[in-house]
């Protein structure tokens, strides 16, 4: 029996490789969380108790949220933008709204000239090639 072939566009060249590299990091900060291993995303000596993918409820950068608490009992949170390829240069329009975001979480959260943000959060950029957090 002759099964009709489609022409099927990749998932990156349609814009899905970016939801793809999200969810397979997501699925590591679940292991941690299940694990109950601490992350360097929330400092080194902090355990994540949630994950949260599109979470633009509680951040402008909401591909992946991450909060855990810290020994004094405040909350940690990361925000994480997930790009696949980004030029992050005044040249690239697309990465406008992310460094935007970017921008709004650290004027928002008491972000310094030498910190992105305040004590209880941090915001990231994981690209194909590297996680980044500031």
């Given at each position: 029996m002759?099964?009709?072939t489609t022409d099927a566009s990749s998932p990156y060249s349609t814009g899905?490789?970016?939801?793809?590299l999200e969810h397979r990091y997501a699925?590591?900060?679940?292991?941690?969380?299940?694990?109950?291993?601490p992350i360097s995303e929330l400092g080194d000596d902090v355990v994540p108790h949630s994950v949260r993918l599109q979470a633009s409820?509680?951040?402008?950068?909401?591909?992946?949220?991450?909060?855990g608490r810290t020994r004094d009992d405040r909350v940690r949170r990361v925000s994480i933008g997930v790009r696949r390829d980004p030029d992050l240069t005044t040249?690239?329009?697309?990465?406008?709204p992310l460094v935007?975001?970017?921008?709004?979480v650290v004027?928002?959260?008491?972000g310094t000239a030498d910190r992105c943000t305040g004590?209880?959060?941090?915001?990231?950029?994981?690209?194909?090639?590297?996680?980044y957090c500031c």
């Open positions: 002759d099964v009709p899905g490789g970016g939801v793809w699925a590591t900060l679940v292991g941690a969380l299940l694990t109950e291993d409820y509680i951040s402008p950068i909401d591909d992946v949220v991450v909060e040249s690239d329009e697309k990465s406008v935007r975001s970017f921008l709004r004027t928002e959260h008491g004590p209880d959060r941090a915001v990231g950029v994981l690209c194909r090639r590297f996680p």
